[in-house]
Every structure is written in structure tokens, then in C-alpha cells.
């Protein structure tokens, strides 16, 4: 209907054909594909050429800025012969229409539709083309023209008025909407259209439009009224440079396009010189603003600096001409004082300049933008290699430096690249980027305080943002305050207290007094710190004690309860009383009438009370009650909702209460006759919804008397700053986990190093050894169990200060071992949890595990996994969200959308997703809280946890730095934490687990072996096994357990064998045995099994090594991307070190993933596009390998 519409317009405007733009519109919008095909497929069958010639001459009856009309319309105005109204509408006619009509274009060819792009140039099959492709260009061409006139008519003239801006909005609207249809006409790319809008007079647009530009941005930012058209003008310049963009991509060298573009450029250079000088004078500016010296003159940071101020740190930084110093200072605004914002005037201009400079910078590659200008190269859909130009953020190159992101980086390097087939090779790097992508974002939320600098006063109004609330209630409070409250204001008190102290700007004073001191007064006010600390922790203690009972003596036997029953009046009794005929009003919709009952009021000492005479029974509700929030207010119950503290309230209760809720009488009567008639008309319909949810129709009502807490309750307010000081804690030691391992392993040096000076002392030193003495045997047990009969150890040493260190160091190693563990699992456990969730949705999605094929009964990992693919939770750290939609789509036809449903945990509202039905928030309560944890997952998430080894050794190594308390020498184990801490040692490590199976069975096979020369020796040799005299014979065969631990302990320890520990065979009948027994035990057991054992350990070593060799090796020798060896590039100068650093760099590739994931679909350029849909379906063809752009284009390239 709608193409027949438009047909039968015959290209006349009409408005008609303006509703039918918008309908087509409303059904295109997203890029609806379905509808595309439809139309395409009627256009091909009917034939008709009559929609196209309709399109093109709609396009020429669209209007353009009409200057004449324009100066008659300002002389009439003069004359008072014209309207406001008259002269907005004659200068540029039906600029709506034309927007529609673009609109409308641009959305058939969306989602690059690649047959209606090229049908929109010519119609095959019909008798008279028409190419709207120009047509659209000749339109954008006149409307150029009229904008370049209007800006020739305002060039004399200082500011533009009110009328101007207006029109020359509306122009710059319909050209934004031109560019963006032009741009979605030839993205995919389409070749054909981009030939035919390089063979148009485009060019002669371009260069009418940089003109336009680069003079109309000098001109405009010098008037802060015409900043809003400013910002206009740079995206429209955006949007033109992007459809610039767009006629690039292809990436064909010396192609006719790209010699064109450069001649139209250098055909502007001095117009292009200017937008590039006004984009690098406002740049620079962030860079000016940021440094040390401008700092100097706002040193409260404040955002405000006198002009002249500002000129000398421009001059000082010698960046900036004398002619770009006065235009920067013509464009800030300043007061009477000559004083303005620095910070909203570099905001002002920074971030549009930064955009569209960027995509300048693709163009021109300016050097300004090359650390943020990605390139990669992939293999397009016409299977050639073309170049992919995208930005890549600031914060991501910081992320990419972390730590823990170049121990995945090295580790990945050494695990994959010389393992599998190349497309395995680009799968492993895919998961990678993956894994790598959501690594990046943790860091960068962990370190997210840290990337903008607060001033310091700012820190300290956002520390104490919430506490500050309440700072003013307590001036107004009751002397007969409960002591609960009193204890809870004095620790809201030193909490504040504490904040001041420990605020960085108290901090940088203090340390400004500490650079004052001489070295004597530094000494003395070291040991001083120390003595308060030790002083002041028992005083702590003691405070918190002595509060405690205090608070219990007081709120048993105080006199706070009485003295605020003394002060209930019956007024407040009676303005709190329930009115029977408000029942099942709300509290939000009676607000404003309460407001006016209150203020109207006289009678009531309630409305009159102020502020700060609040009861200490109201006070006491208020801490006893659960506050809701709606809209963003706080509302208190009144009298009558006391009772919603019991946990179980049958429905004639609830009716009872909802009928007792507190109303004031409002002022106007009738307005309350109508609320209560409506009331009666709808009294059994809410009957019928209190019963079902009776509690959802429970709101509290605020009290009569004007509320004192409007902002959330204290106790509240307190574990919202907890919770916010405990985030950013576990924050901070995330971010400084490798630091505080290395803390961590110095400390265990200091503890080692004082453990070297204990010495064995024995029982005649008395009651001194043992003050002193670390740990010693049990002393009931001496005489029973001679294993613990140990000896006394004791710190041999006399300065008397070893031992107190030696017990502040444990505790502070106890102290970093925990919060280790903590670090860690902020750090890396959430990148755990994520590559596990993406292994079980990829095996899900791909694979059909749990749904085509059930994982096998040895399949430990699969059975546990089972566990989570139905909790609600699930996923909770991969990004996809919808992978159990997708599951069900995929498989749904074959095996049942409500089978899988079920087998995934998804219910049928679930499936049945209406967003018109609202659904019913629960009232928040510990029971709401307790069910909604997802107990499952949460199991899950603990398996996979534990199955991680670096998080089970953190745990070993916090459990054996608790143990140390008991006995400091378990402190020795963290010595093995400088293995961990290298990875030279890490590699030698590794070297005896690489063959770990090897070398197990080799060791089962060598205690074999031991036990059946045991079986002989016990048999046949028993006489030769006495180890004493002959006084007192020790025999080591005997029993079968003797002798095979001394065959093991002995035999296989002894160089020779186990017959370099027997007696001498001579002489004795079995002397010959004896010696082939010897002699095959040694040679079996101590030349071939110890050989061999010691062989895997050396073998092992020597594979690892020769493997990081050979990874190196290649990685400085081969791309890894492509795999062309670099005898290829180094045919010019440092041509491969530019090959990997530049085309095929490994970090641009994760950047562009990165920057496809977190782009809407829906803006992808053609090449995007492409690459999404192929790492949708986990295609990697698009990866260049054994080609690249620079051997395709060998020729050309000379």
C-alpha cells in the first residue's frame, strides 16, 4: 500500500504522501528485512517504474533555503507586516517532509541490503530507470548551495540572530539526514553505488561543505548563543565524514575514489587546514588543563580561572600561537571578574573535536590520533583482504598494560602458538580476546576511582554525602533521646571524625608539617605514633565494652522511655487517628492533600510543631518500621501500620489495617465527597485484590507532623557507607594483588631470617626459658608419647626486641595472606566463573549438551555443570543474556520449546514475555531477601572455585600463615613462594609435573619392584638383615613391614643397592644368591628406575625449554595472524617489526572485537557486519591467514 501510494502521487506533494512516509517508516524502523523483501519482491514483479519517477521528483519539489525570500520576509518584519510564524516557514519549506522522505530511503537499504542498494541505482527489467543515487546527490548539491549563500549573507555580521540559527538548524537537520541516507545507500559496501557517487557531482558538495565548516566553527564558538548550533554543525561534519569513510571501504588501491577524494581534499586544503587547527586548539586544551603548572592556579579545584591566568598557562606551555590564544580566549564566557569555567569550556568543545577528529584522522592518518586508530586486516566477503580502520579507547590501552592481563597474555602466547592447525590456532585466540575483553572490564571497574582525579574537596563532600544528611537533625534532637540513638549519633560521629583525619587533604598537610621536622623531632614523633597506637587500642577496646553494657543499662533502665511518653500530647493522638472512609487510598496519592490538611490546620499542635520536636516514641518507630521509597521520596508509616512488624498477618487483618491507615481531613470537602463516592463504586473490586495480595496494598503514609528524616534512616544511611567503603576496599586490594603477594614473600623473609636465631636450650634455665620460648612439648604427656618429648627453643638474642617482631610479623603476614585471598577473588575469580559460564553456553548452544547428548558418568565437570543450567542466575558473568532464548530457538522445533524451558529453568511467563503486563514488586523484607538467593548457583560457583589451583593454594598458604601462631616454623613453608614468584622457577616446577603421569607409574613400578625383592629377601635372607651387635640383635626383616620400609629407606638411598647395607655374604651357603641378588637389585632398581625417574625430570625440563625457545623464535620470525615468515617482510626496512605492529597486531585484533561487542548492531558498517555475523556463527574465515593486504596489492605497492 505504501508504494502504491507513493506511485499515485505522480511526485506531488501532498498529505497523503506525508502520511504514508511515516507509515513506511514506522514498519522499516530497525531494519525490518521482512518488510524490505516484500517490497523488493513487488517492485521486481509489477514492475514499476512509476514508484521511482514519483521518488525523484518529490526529491525536486523539496525545498531548500531560500534566501530572497528570506530578505523580503525581514524587510515586511520591519514594517510590521509579517508574523513570527511567516518568516520560520517561507525560507525553507516542508523541511519535515524532506527528512520523511530520506528517512524513508535510507531504511530500505538498512541492515546493508545489498539488492536494494543496487535497485535503488537502476531497475532492471523496467522501461525507464531512474537513479536515486543522484537524485539524492543533486538535491544535497542545491541544498548545499543555499546554506553557502545564507552563510555568505551572515559572515558580516558578529552574531547571528535568533531567525538565522533557526533556519540554518532546519538546513543542517535535512543535510544530516542527506549524509546518513547516502551512507546506508553504499556501506556493505556496495561497489555499484560507490561508483556511481564518485562519477557525481558529490565532490563538488564536499568542498561547498568544508568550506562551510571550516568557517562557520571559527565563527560560531566565539557566542555562547550559538553553541547549540555549533554542536549541529560538527555532527552534521561527523555524518559527512563517515559517508566519506563509507565510499572507502573495499580498500582498493590507486582506485579511481580514492584519487578523487585526495583531489578534493587538496582542492580544500586551506579549508581542511582550518578545521584541522580548530580541532588541535581545542585537543591541546585537555592536555593544558591536566598538567601540573596549570593546576598550580586552581589549587582547591574549583573549574575557575581568570582570563589572564588562563593566557599566561597557554603562553607557558609554548603550544599555542598569539593569534590561537586570543581566539580561545574570544570564545570563553566571563563574569564581572573576568573569571570563568575552565572545565565546562574545555568539555564544551573537547569531546565533539575529539570525534570528529578521529574519523578526520582515518582519512589524513594525522599523528595526533595514531595511538587511538586501530587497524586491522581481515578477509572480506569477496574473499580479499581489506583494511578495517576503528578508535580504540583510552581506557583500553591503560587495561591491556595491567598486570594480570600480561600474565594471561604471556600464558596464552606459551600455550598456543605452536599448538594445532591454524583455525584451531585462531579459535584458541578468539577465546582469548574473550576471556581477555571481560579481564579488561573487571580491571577497569576495580580501577575505576583511580582514573579521574577527584579534587579533594570534592572527595570529601562525596565521603561524607550521606552522613552530612543527618548532620542537621542533631542539633534538634530531644534531650530524653533513647540511648540507642545517642550511641549510634556518637558513631556516626567518629566515623566522620575519622574521615577528616584520614582524608588525603588533611594527609598532604600533615606531611607538609612532617618535612618541616628535624631528624630528632622525627624520631621522637616515630616512637610517639607507635605508643598511641598501643595506647590507643586498649582504649578502644575499653570504649567499646563500656558502650555496650551502657546502651543495655540505659534502654532497661533509663528514664528516655518515660520521659518521651510524658511528651505525647492528645493532639498528637488525635491527628494520628485512622479515618475509616480513606480506606484503600494510597499514601502517595493522598500526599498533596495531607500537605494542605496540615497546613490549613490550626487546631492541630502536630501541623505547628517544628521540624526538630520529634518524640522519642516517633523516633523509636522510625528505627522500628521499613521505610519504603516511592518516587524518591521517603514515606513513614503512621500509627496504624505498627503492626506490619509481625511476619504472618492473616487477610481480616490486613483488612483491618488497610482500614485504619491515618488520613488527614483535606481542605476541600467536595474534592473528598467525590474520592469517597469513587471509593464506594470500587470498595468490592479492592476487596477482592487486598485478599489475594493483601500486603501489596499496605503503603505507609508519612506523619502529620512535618517528617524529620526525610533522607533514609540512620542505621541505613550507615551501611550504605560500609558498603560502599567495603567495594572500594576489595577494589583497592584487587588492584594492588601482586604487590602485597610480593609484601607478602619479604615479610616471610623477615620472620625466616629472626627463626635462624632460636637455639635448643634445655630444662635447668627455669621460669625465664619459658616466658620466652615459642612452643614446647606437652608436659602431661612426656612420659606416654615420646614424639612430642621435644625440647625447649628460644630466641637467642639480647636486645629483647626480636621477639615482639617476631610476633607483629606473623600477624601482619596472617594479615596480608588473607587479604590475598580476598584480592584474588575480586581479581580473578569472576574470570573463572566467566570462562566456565561460556564453556557451558557454547557447549549448549553448539553443541546441544544436555539436550541432543548427555555428558558421560566419568564426566565429572559436565555432571557438576548440570547443576547450574536451570538456576535463575545463570549467566551471570558471560555477557550473553539471552543464550538460553537462543538454546531454546535453535532446538526448540526439534525437541520442544517446553521440555528445554524446563530443562533450563525458564517457566512459561517466561516464554510468553508480555511487556504490557506489569509485574508486581514484592515489599522487601528478610524473608523476600533469604528467597530470592539463588542457592544453586551459588553451589555451583563454590565447585568451580575450589577447582581453581591458584585459589587452593592461596588457601594453603593463608591456613599455613595461621598455623605459624601456633608453631613460627610452619612460617618456612611461604619460603616455597618465590617459586611461585618467578617463572624461571615456575618453568622448573612445571618441568616435574609436565610428565607427571610418567613419572608416577614410574614410581609405582619402582616400589613394586623394592616390594618383591622384599618378598625374597624376607624369605631367603632374613640372617643377613642384623643391624646391632651381637649382644643385642636388631633384626630389620622380621616382619614384612620392617623389611620392606628398610628396603625402601635403605636400598634404594644407597649408591650401591641394598647390599652395601648387609653383611658380607662370604663364606655362607647362600653367598652365590646373595650376590645375584645384589647385584640385580642394583641394576634394576638404582641404574634403570632411578635413571629413568631422574630422566622424565630432565627430559621434562629440557622439552619446556626447548618449547619457550621455539615459541619465542617464532613469534620474532612469523606472524602470528597470517603465518608469512619474515623473510617476506624484511624485504624493506623494518618491514616486519611494521607488518606485526601495525597491520596484523595482536592487540588491535582484541580491540576490534572489543569494539564490535559493546557497538550497536545496527551501526555496524558493511565490514562489521560481516565480522559479527561471522564470529556469531564461530566461523573464523575471516582471519587473513597466509595472505595479507601488502602481498595482495605486491604490484601496485611497487
Same mark, same amino acid.
Given at each position: 500500500?505504501?508504494l502504491?501510494m507513493?506511485?499515485?502521487s505522480k ?5 497523503m ?11 522499516l524502523?530497525g ?7 516484500k517490497?523488493?519482491?513487488y517492485?521486481?514483479?509489477?514492475r ?6 514519483s ?10 533555503l531560500?534566501?530572497?525570500a528570506?530578505e523580503?520576509q525581514n524587510?515586511a518584519?520591519?514594517?510590521?507586516m509579517?508574523?513570527e ?9 516542508n523541511?519535515?517532509f524532506t527528512?520523511?522522505?530520506f ?5 530500505l537499504c538498512e541492515?546493508?541490503?545489498?539488492d536494494?542498494?543496487?535497485?535503488l541505482r537502476?531497475?532492471t527489467?523496467n ?6 543515487i543522484?537524485s539524492?546527490?543533486?538535491y544535497l ?17 558578529d552574531?547571528m ?6 533556519n540554518f ?8 539526514q ?5 551512507t546506508?545507500?553504499i ?28 568557517n ?6 566565539q557566542?555562547?548563543s550559538q ?7 560538527m ?5 559527512m ?8 571501504e573495499g580498500?582498493v588501491v ?11 581534499l587538496?582542492?580544500?586544503s586551506s579549508?581542511?587546514?582550518m578545521?584541522l587547527?580548530?580541532?588541535?586548539m581545542?585537543l591541546k586544551?585537555?592536555?593544558l588543563?591536566s598538567s601540573?603548572?596549570f593546576k ?7 573549574g ?6 588562563f ?6 606551555q609554548?603550544?599555542?600561537s598569539?593569534w590561537e590564544?586570543e581566539?580561545?580566549?574570544s570564545c570563553a564566557?566571563?563574569?564581572?571578574n ?14 565533539p573535536?575529539?570525534d ?7 582519512l589524513l ?6 595511538p587511538y586508530?586501530?587497524r586491522?586486516?581481515?578477509?572480506g ?6 583494511r ?8 583500553s590501552r591503560e ?5 594480570q ?19 584451531e ?9 574473550e ?10 571497574q ?7 582525579e577527584?579534587?579533594?574537596?570534592d572527595?570529601d563532600?562525596d565521603?561524607?554525602?550521606i552522613l552530612?544528611e543527618?548532620?542537621g ?11 540507642f ?10 566515623i566522620?571524625n575519622?574521615?577528616q ?8 598537610k600533615?606531611f607538609?608539617?612532617?618535612k618541616k621536622?628535624s631528624?630528632?623531632?622525627?624520631i621522637?614523633g616515630?616512637?610517639?605514633?607507635f605508643?598511641?597506637?598501643f ?8 570504649g567499646l565494652?563500656?558502650?555496650?553494657f551502657?546502651?543495655?543499662w540505659s534502654?532497661?533502665f533509663?528514664?528516655g522511655?518515660v520521659e518521651g511518653?510524658?511528651?505525647?500530647k492528645?493532639t498528637d493522638i488525635?491527628?494520628n487517628m485512622?479515618d ?10 493522598m ?5 494542605d490538611?496540615i497546613?490549613?490546620?490550626?487546631g492541630l499542635e502536630?501541623?505547628?510543631?517544628p ?5 522519642e516514641?516517633?523516633t523509636?518507630?522510625?528505627?522500628l518500621?521499613?521505610?519504603k ?5 521517603h514515606?513513614?508509616?503512621?500509627l496504624?501500620?505498627?503492626s506490619?512488624?509481625?511476619?504472618e498477618i ?7 489495617k488497610?482500614?485504619?491507615?491515618p ?5 476541600n470537602?467536595p474534592?473528598k465527597?467525590?474520592?469517597?463516592n469513587q471509593e ?5 473490586k479492592?476487596?477482592?485484590?487486598e ?6 496494598e499496605?503503603k505507609?503514609?508519612?506523619?502529620a507532623?512535618?517528617?524529620?528524616d ?5 542505621m541505613?544511611s550507615?551501611f550504605?557507607?560500609l +558498603?560502599v ?14 604487590? !602485597?603477594r &610480593? *609484601? %607478602?614473600? $619479604?615479610v ?5 631470617f629472626i ?6 636450650t ?5 621460669e ?5 620460648k615459642?612452643w ?12 612430642? +618429648?621435644?625440647?625447649?627453643f ?5 636486645t629483647?626486641?626480636m621477639?615482639?617482631? !617476631?610476633? &607483629? *610479623? %606473623?600477624v $601482619?603476614?596472617?594479615v596480608i595472606?588473607?587479604v590475598c585471598l580476598?584480592?584474588?577473588y ?5 574470570l ?5 559460564e561460556?564453556e ?6 553448539f553443541?546441544?549438551?544436555y539436550?541432543?547428548e548427555?555428558?558421560s558418568d566419568e ?7 548440570r ?6 542466575? &545463570? ?5 550473553d543474556k539471552?543464550?538460553k532464548?537462543?538454546?531454546i530457538?535453535?532446538?526448540g522445533?526439534m525437541?520442544g520449546?517446553?521440555r528445554i524451558?524446563?530443562?533450563l529453568?525458564?517457566d512459561k511467563?517466561a516464554?510468553?514475555f508480555?511487556p504490557?503486563?506489569e509485574t ?8 523476600s531477601?533469604l ?9 555451583w ?6 577447582t581453581?589451583?591458584?585459589f587452593?593454594?592461596?588457601i594453603w598458604?593463608s591456613?599455613m600463615?595461621?598455623f605459624?601462631?601456633f608453631n613460627?616454623?610452619f612460617f618456612?613453608?611461604?619460603l616455597?613462594?618465590?617459586?611461585m614468584?618467578?617463572k624461571?622457577?615456575r618453568?622448573?616446577l612445571?618441568?616435574?609435573?609436565h610428565?607427571?603421569k ?5 614410581v609405582?613400578?619402582l616400589a613394586?619392584?623394592?616390594y618383591?625383592y622384599t618378598?625374597v ?12 651387635d ?11 613391614m620392617t ?5 625402601m629407606?635403605?636400598g634404594?638411598?644407597?649408591?650401591g643397592?641394598?647390599?652395601d647395607?648387609l ?9 652365590l644368591?646373595?650376590i ?9 632398581v ?14 621434562a ?19 602470528f595472524?597470517?603465518g ?5 617482510f624484511?624485504?624493506t ?5 611494521t607488518h606485526?605492529?601495525q597491520?596484523?597486531n ?7 572485537l572489543?569494539?564490535l561487542?559493546n557497538?550497536?548492531?545496527t ?5 562489521e557486519s560481516y565480522?559479527?555475523k ?25
Amino acid at each position: 500500500m505504501v508504494l502504491q501510494m507513493i506511485s499515485a502521487s505522480k511526485g506531488r506533494l501532498g498529505p497523503m504522501v506525508t502520511c504514508t512516509l511515516k507509515l513506511g517508516i514506522s514498519i522499516l524502523n530497525g531494519g525490518n528485512v521482512q518488510v524490505q523483501q516484500k517490497m523488493l519482491d513487488y517492485l521486481k514483479e509489477k514492475r514499476d517504474a512509476g514508484f521511482f519517477k514519483s521518488l525523484s521528483g518529490l526529491m525536486q519539489s523539496c525545498s531548500v533555503l531560500d534566501l530572497n525570500a528570506f530578505e523580503r520576509q525581514n524587510k515586511a518584519e520591519g514594517l510590521g507586516m509579517v508574523t513570527e510564524e511567516g518568516s520560520s516557514s517561507k525560507v525553507l519549506q516542508n523541511d519535515e517532509f524532506t527528512k520523511d522522505l530520506f528517512r524513508f530511503l535510507q531504511l530500505l537499504c538498512e541492515g546493508h541490503n545489498g539488492d536494494f542498494q543496487n535497485f535503488l541505482r537502476t531497475q532492471t527489467g523496467n522501461t525507464t530507470t531512474v537513479n536515486i543515487i543522484i537524485s539524492t546527490v543533486d538535491y544535497l548539491l542545491r541544498l548545499q548551495e543555499s546554506i553557502s549563500d545564507f552563510y555568505w549573507y551572515y559572515s558580516g555580521k558578529d552574531v547571528m540572530d535568533e531567525t538565522g540559527r533557526l533556519n540554518f538548524s532546519k538546513a543542517l537537520s535535512v543535510a544530516k539526514q542527506i549524509f546518513n541516507s547516502l551512507t546506508e545507500y553504499i556501506q556493505g559496501p556496495c561497489i555499484g553505488n560507490q561508483q556511481s557517487l564518485a562519477h557525481s557531482r558529490l565532490w563538488d558538495a564536499v568542498v561547498g561543505f568544508l568550506h562551510v565548516f571550516a568557517n562557520m566553527q571559527m565563527k560560531l564558538s566565539q557566542d555562547a548563543s550559538q553553541i547549540e548550533l555549533l554542536k549541529e554543525l560538527m555532527d552534521l561534519q561527523k555524518d559527512m565524514v563517515v559517508m566519506l569513510l563509507s565510499l572507502l571501504e573495499g580498500n582498493v588501491v590507486n582506485g579511481t575514489i580514492g584519487k578523487q577524494m585526495v583531489d578534493t581534499l587538496v582542492e580544500s586544503s586551506s579549508n581542511v587546514e582550518m578545521i584541522l587547527k580548530f580541532f588541535d586548539m581545542f585537543l591541546k586544551l585537555k592536555d593544558l588543563t591536566s598538567s601540573d603548572t596549570f593546576k598550580e592556579n586552581d589549587p582547591e579545584f574549583k573549574g575557575i580561572i581568570s582570563k589572564k591566568e588562563f593566557q599566561k598557562s597557554m603562553e607557558s606551555q609554548m603550544q599555542y600561537s598569539q593569534w590561537e590564544i586570543e581566539f580561545l580566549l574570544s570564545c570563553a564566557e566571563a563574569d564581572e571578574n573576568d573569571m570563568f569555567n575552565y572545565i565546562d569550556f574545555v568539555e564544551r568543545f573537547h569531546e565533539p573535536a575529539k570525534d570528529i577528529g578521529f574519523n578526520v584522522a582515518v582519512l589524513l592518518t594525522n599523528l595526533y590520533f595514531e595511538p587511538y586508530l586501530g587497524r586491522i586486516e581481515i578477509m572480506g566477503s569477496a574473499k580479499r583482504i581489506e583494511r578495517v580502520y576503528f578508535e580504540i579507547s583510552e581506557s583500553s590501552r591503560e587495561q591491556w598494560e595491567k598486570p594480570q592481563v600480561k600474565e594471561s597474555k604471556r600464558q596464552f602466547i606459551f600455550d598456543v602458538v605452536n599448538e594445532g592447525t591454524e583455525s584451531e590456532k585462531m579459535e584458541m585466540f578468539v577465546n582469548f580476546c574473550e576471556d581477555t575483553i571481560f579481564e579488561m572490564q573487571l580491571a577497569s571497574q576495580i580501577s575505576e576511582p583511580d582514573v579521574v582525579e577527584q579534587p579533594e574537596g570534592d572527595e570529601d563532600d562525596d565521603a561524607h554525602s550521606i552522613l552530612d544528611e543527618l548532620g542537621g537533625e542533631e542539633e534538634g534532637a530531644l534531650e530524653s533521646a533513647s540511648a540507642f540513638t545517642t550511641a549510634c549519633r556518637s558513631i556516626k560521629k567518629k566515623i566522620s571524625n575519622a574521615r577528616q583525619t584520614l582524608s588525603i587533604k588533611n594527609l598532604s598537610k600533615q606531611f607538609k608539617k612532617i618535612k618541616k621536622l628535624s631528624i630528632k623531632e622525627i624520631i621522637t614523633g616515630f616512637f610517639s605514633f607507635f605508643w598511641m597506637l598501643f595506647t590507643g587500642f586498649f582504649k578502644g577496646i575499653y570504649g567499646l565494652i563500656f558502650g555496650f553494657f551502657h546502651v543495655i543499662w540505659s534502654s532497661m533502665f533509663g528514664g528516655g522511655l518515660v520521659e518521651g511518653a510524658k511528651n505525647i500530647k492528645v493532639t498528637d493522638i488525635l491527628g494520628n487517628m485512622p479515618d475509616p472512609t480513606q480506606f484503600g487510598i494510597h499514601g502517595d496519592a493522598m500526599e498533596g492533600e495531607k500537605v494542605d490538611a496540615i497546613e490549613s490546620s490550626g487546631g492541630l499542635e502536630t501541623a505547628r510543631a517544628p521540624a526538630g520536636d520529634t518524640t522519642e516514641v516517633d523516633t523509636m518507630l522510625e528505627m522500628l518500621s521499613n521505610p519504603k521509597k516511592e518516587g524518591g521520596k521517603h514515606v513513614e508509616p503512621g500509627l496504624g501500620d505498627v503492626s506490619e512488624l509481625s511476619a504472618e498477618i492473616s487477610t481480616s487483618e490486613h483488612k483491618k489495617k488497610a482500614a485504619a491507615k491515618p488520613v488527614e481531613a483535606p481542605e476541600n470537602e467536595p474534592e473528598k465527597a467525590d474520592s469517597e463516592n469513587q471509593e464506594k463504586e470500587d470498595k468490592p473490586k479492592k476487596e477482592e485484590e487486598e485478599v489475594k495480595e493483601p500486603v501489596a496494598e499496605e503503603k505507609p503514609k508519612a506523619k502529620a507532623s512535618p517528617p524529620k528524616d526525610a533522607s533514609p534512616s540512620f542505621m541505613l544511611s550507615i551501611f550504605a557507607v560500609l +558498603d560502599v567503603f567495603l567495594t572500594k576496599m576489595l577494589n583497592y586490594l584487587a588492584r594492588n594483588f601482586y604487590n !602485597l603477594r &610480593f *609484601l %607478602a614473600l $619479604f615479610v616471610c623473609f623477615a620472620i625466616n631470617f629472626i627463626l635462624l636465631f632460636y637455639k635448643v636450650t634445655g630444662e635447668a634455665e627455669g621460669e625465664e626459658i619459658d616466658e620466652e620460648k615459642t612452643w614446647d612439648g606437652d608436659e602431661d604427656n612426656d612420659d606416654e608419647n615420646t614424639f612430642f +618429648d621435644m625440647d625447649e627453643f628460644v630466641l637467642q638474642e639480647s636486645t629483647g626486641y626480636m621477639l615482639p617482631t !617476631l610476633r &607483629f *610479623l %606473623a600477624v $601482619f603476614h596472617t594479615v596480608i595472606s588473607l587479604v590475598c585471598l580476598f584480592g584474588y577473588y575480586i581479581l580473578k575469580v569472576p574470570l573463572v566463573v566467566f570462562k566456565r559460564e561460556k564453556e557451558i553456553a557454547r557447549k549448549l548452544e553448539f553443541d546441544g549438551l544436555y539436550i541432543t547428548e548427555q555428558p558421560s558418568d566419568e564426566d565429572i565437570k559436565g555432571q557438576w555443570d548440570r547443576l547450574v543450567i536451570n538456576t535463575p542466575s &545463570f549467566p551471570s558473568n558471560y555477557w550473553d543474556k539471552f543464550i538460553k532464548r537462543k538454546v531454546i530457538n535453535k532446538y526448540g522445533d526439534m525437541y520442544g520449546a517446553e521440555r528445554i524451558a524446563e530443562l533450563l529453568g525458564l517457566d512459561k511467563s517466561a516464554l510468553d514475555f508480555d511487556p504490557t503486563i506489569e509485574t508486581v514488586e514484592k515489599e522487601a523484607s528478610l524473608l523476600s531477601w533469604l528467597s530470592s538467593i539463588d542457592t544453586k548457583y551459588h553451589i555451583w560457583k563454590m565447585g568451580v572455585v575450589l577447582t581453581d589451583n591458584y585459589f587452593l593454594y592461596l588457601i594453603w598458604y593463608s591456613i599455613m600463615s595461621i598455623f605459624g601462631h601456633f608453631n613460627n616454623f610452619f612460617f618456612a613453608a611461604h619460603l616455597l613462594d618465590i617459586a611461585m614468584g618467578f617463572k624461571t622457577l615456575r618453568t622448573i616446577l612445571s618441568s616435574v609435573t609436565h610428565n607427571g603421569k610418567q613419572l608416577v607409574l614410574t614410581v609405582g613400578l619402582l616400589a613394586v619392584v623394592v616390594y618383591l625383592y622384599t618378598v625374597v629377601a624376607f624369605n631367603f635372607f632374613r640372617k643377613f638383615y642384623n643391624g646391632g651387635d651381637e649382644d643385642e640383635p636388631d633384626m630389620k626383616c622380621d616382619d614384612m613391614m620392617t623389611c620392606y620400609l628398610f628396603h625402601m629407606y635403605v636400598g634404594v638411598r644407597a649408591g650401591g643397592g641394598i647390599g652395601d647395607e648387609l653383611e658380607d655374604p662370604a663364606g655362607d651357603p647362600y653367598e652365590l644368591y646373595r650376590i645375584l641378588f645384589d647385584i640385580t637389585f642394583f641394576f634394576f632398581v638404582i641404574v634403570i628406575l632411578l635413571a629413568i625417574i631422574q630422566g622424565l625430570i630432565i627430559d621434562a625440563f629440557g622439552e619446556l625449554r626447548d618449547q619457550q625457545e621455539q615459541v619465542k623464535e617464532d613469534m620474532e620470525t612469523k606472524c602470528f595472524i597470517c603465518g608469512i615468515g619474515n623473510d617476506y617482510f624484511d624485504r624493506t626496512p623494518h618491514g616486519f617489526e611494521t607488518h606485526t605492529l601495525q597491520e596484523h597486531n595482536l592487540a588491535n585484533y582484541l580491540f576490534f572485537l572489543m569494539y564490535l561487542i559493546n557497538k550497536d548492531e545496527t551501526e555496524h558498517t558493511g565490514q562489521e557486519s560481516y565480522v559479527w555475523k561471522m564470529y556469531q556463527e564461530r566461523c573464523w574465515d575471516f582471519f587473513p591467514t597466509g595472505d595479507c593486504f601488502r602481498k595482495q596489492y605486491e604490484d601496485q605497492l611497487g
